[in-house]
């Protein structure tokens, strides 16, 4: 049985940093592009960072550029993002995602929630 596990999330204030983890099993994780992907209160969801089976390359979403970092461990199986410099506006429901583009096949975690509030 797959899983995504997204912890990590909570209570942050204005320009402090958090670390999402997202922990997978039943599946070959380091055969999957994984994506981490926001929602906010009210708003459809919004794309935010990905990065490739290896790690070796990585995309962002112009608002992550500079304050975020995707990377992966493919002998934890796990995925994870700093963000740092974090704002009001980033306060979402974080998920992450599992692609393979060879089969077709996505996976979703339940999400974790991320506020930034004073």
């Known amino acids: 049985e797959v899983h995504l596990v997204e912890s990590g999330g909570g209570l942050v204030q204005p320009g402090g940093s958090l670390r999402l983890s997202c922990a997978a099993s039943g599946f070959i994780f380091g055969r999957y592009d994984m994506s981490w992907v926001r929602q906010a209160p009210g708003k459809g969801p919004e794309w935010v960072s990905s990065?490739?089976?290896?790690?070796?390359?990585?995309y962002y979403v112009d608002f992550a550029k500079g304050r975020f970092t995707i990377s992966r461990d493919n002998v934890k199986n796990t995925l994870y993002l700093q963000m740092n410099s974090l704002k009001p506006e980033d306060t979402a429901v974080y998920y992450c995602?599992?692609?393979?583009?060879?089969?077709?096949?996505?996976?979703w975690g339940q999400g974790t929630q991320v506020t930034v509030s004073s």
């Open positions: 990065i490739d089976t290896s790690g070796d390359n990585t």
């Open positions: 995602n599992a692609h393979s583009s060879l089969i077709n096949r996505d996976f």
